[in-house]
């Protein structure tokens, strides 16, 4: 099925710097979510957006639905050891009765002390 | 605890066994979805429910896997045959219609077969 592009595809940073990473589709989204996945676990919800442009924030979160609708962009700012995970974006078309989510490739991030 | 629930959390199995996976999706949540994860991939979507109703199924859904929802409340997807390209984490999602267009998980069933 389809995923949408992620990069980076995964990233070793240290504590304290700031990440970003973005998705990229060649289709439109009218709403994108971002996901972290722990080993094992599903994923969690970290933010929503529901219009372009939208830039939001959740904590040190902030995430931006991009103008042409099939981008966006999260920021992680002065990371700390439990960022570790993978980190999904998701997008939804929301055409008709479709109502599936479509998600990235994930980034991987792991922080060192 | 409120969220999405699965049941199993793993399961292993031989080949050609059948399995079933239940979801208890949050409680006013009429909408639920189910997603397989292979290792190193997003979520790929396989079908979803409103209420009881079945409205869609994704082309990576065989005829080997079947999902219900009998009373709009939990759901059960059950493969039959099972191969060994159907080890995965198997993910269940819920919202509500109307409301905010976004997906609580739950913690997933992974399923590995051998």
Redesign the interface.
């Known amino acids: 099925?389809q995923?949408?592009n992620q990069s980076p595809q995964s990233m070793f940073i240290q504590e304290g710097e700031d990440v970003s990473m973005n998705c990229t589709s060649s289709s439109i989204f009218?709403?994108w979510?971002w996901?972290k996945q722990d080993p094992?676990?599903?994923?969690?919800?970290l933010i929503?957006l529901?219009k372009a442009g939208e830039l939001t924030s959740n904590g040190r979160l902030t995430a931006q639905f991009g103008i042409t609708r099939k981008d966006s962009f999260l920021n992680i700012s002065a990371s700390i050891p439990s960022d570790v995970g993978i980190y999904?974006c998701?997008g939804?078309a929301?055409t008709g009765?479709?109502?599936?989510?479509?998600?990235?490739?994930?980034t991987r991030l792991q922080v060192t002390l | 605890d409120t969220g999405?629930s699965?049941d199993p959390r793993h399961k292993i199995t031989k080949r050609g066994q059948n399995v079933t996976f239940r979801c208890d999706p949050i409680s006013e949540h009429n909408?639920l979805?189910w997603?397989r994860q292979t290792l190193?991939?997003?979520?790929?979507?396989l079908t979803?429910f409103q209420n009881e109703a079945q409205?869609?199924k994704?082309?990576?859904l065989s005829d080997r896997f079947s999902a219900e929802r009998p009373k709009g409340s939990f759901s059960t997807l059950e493969i039959q045959r099972t191969e060994q390209g159907d080890s995965a984490m198997y993910?269940c999602?819920s919202r509500m219609t109307g409301g905010?267009?976004?997906?609580?998980?739950?913690?997933?069933t992974?399923l590995l077969v051998l």
């Open positions: 099925g995923q949408l009218n709403t979510l996901y094992g676990e599903g994923p969690v919800l929503a529901y999904f998701a939804l929301n009765t479709a109502s599936k989510l479509t998600f990235g490739t994930g | 999405v699965q909408r979805y997603y190193g991939q997003g979520p790929e979507f979803y409205l869609e994704s082309r990576l993910l999602a905010a267009e976004t997906q609580y998980f739950g913690p997933g992974r």
